[in-house]
């Protein structure tokens, strides 16, 4: 599976059934050679021009499952890395 193929599902919240959004990047460990964790960018608001919500950062280990049309997570976005 690729990046553009994580990109293209939505990522839903198992707790809530929240849609938080679609990854937009990943954090790779080049020590360790695994993925730490994936972005999802803040939100914007009237095309940008009021700015945007935070980005997520959730762990890699919070994805329970990849589906065909969306990837399952059960975090919450890591302490202290909502990022803009």
């Known amino acids: 599976m690729t990046l553009r193929d994580l990109s293209n599902k939505d990522v839903i919240q ?3 059934g929240e849609n938080l959004g679609r ?3 990943i954090v ?3 020590r360790g050679a695994r993925l730490q964790s994936v972005i999802l960018r803040g939100r914007a608001h009237c095309f940008g021009l009021l700015g945007c919500d935070d ?3 959730l762990p890699w280990e919070s994805i329970k499952t990849i589906g065909t ?3 399952m997570v059960d975090a919450e976005p890591l302490p202290g890395t909502r990022r803009r």
């Open 69 to 71: 049309d969306a990837i």
């Open 28 to 30: 790779f460990d080049e």
């Open 14 to 16: 198992l707790k809530t």
């Open 55 to 57: 980005d997520l950062v």
């Open 23 to 25: 990854i937009d990047d």
